[in-house]
């Protein structure tokens, strides 16, 4: 178990290191140069080359990038937005609170929705109630996060009033003391959620219907409700661990159109506000954090696996 949560941890550094080069290459990949970008219509050579000596812009890539990775790994500075006026890592403790609390919210009710969906889909195989949901999941997995998003809060704040058009969520306690406006942002995110969540869980659920062991306790007298409520949901929940790791990125994305359609001031917003206005450092913040929160998911979702399924640590 020790060598495979070390060979991990190494492969999770190696991945991490590869996306900081990736991600600080593309940013110089702008046509003109970053500062010609930030600089926009206020440009010209004098505060060309000012902006390219104070962001150390006018040294070798390579020094560049040594310098912003010693910055990042010794003092996990993420740099400073010269248009905000503002540290990165300050903006990242101003946003990512109210983030974290629609993403946490929204990966609970999700699989809180999902499993028992599935359970039903596969112990009902092929009944109404199987071609029920599953009709629903089709919908609502094809349906756009942000349309679904924009359909909800019309119907529900515009057209009926059942909600109050939401104020600007700028912090998490704005977002905690107001549970009302997080209600359909969360929505959003669950409804896409749930639909690929419990098709996964049907899927699984099948998979282990069907396994010897499960024949072979019915056939020694224990009853269907415990071999499957006591083996096989068990059993089928072990690839849901994974699945729930790596799914995090797509929630963090799905976030970003919900944090903008519902006026919540999260990482979303200010990763799209920064692009539009060509604050890279802003952006190369927000991503390598990005890629942190994937890397860890992906890692906690191995380690997981592998204390739960002893038969991964020998592979």
Known sequence: MTTYLIRRFFQSIVTLFIVSIATFGMMHLMPNGVARAMLGKNYNPTSLATLNHKLGLDRPLV??????????????????????????????????????????????????????????????????????????????????????????????????????????????????????????????LVVSGVAGYSRYMRSSMLDEITQDYVRTAIAKGATKRRVLYGHVLRNAMIPMVTLIGLSLPTLVGGALLVEQIFNIQGIGVLTINAALQNDFVIVLGTTMLTALVTVIGSLVADISYAALDPRVRLT
Request: net charge neutral; no cysteine; hydrophobic share 50%.
């Open 63 to 188: 020094v560049q990038y040594w310098n912003w990775l010693d910055r990042l790994v010794v003092h996990f500075d993420l740099g400073y937005s010269y248009q905000k006026n503002q540290s990165v890592n300050d903006l990242l403790k101003e946003t990512l609170g109210q983030s974290i609390y629609i993403v946490g919210l929204a990966l609970f009710f999700t699989i809180l929705l999902s499993v028992p969906l599935g359970v039903v889909q596969a112990t009902r195989r092929n009944s109404a109630s199987d071609y029920t949901i599953t009709t629903f999941s089709f919908i609502a997995y094809a349906v756009p996060v942000f349309f679904l998003g924009v359909v909800l809060r019309d119907l529900f704040q515009v057209q009926f009033h059942v909600i109050p058009i939401a104020t600007q969520i700028d912090s998490f306690h704005a977002a905690f003391s107001q549970p009302s406006q997080m209600i359909l942002p969360v929505a959003t």
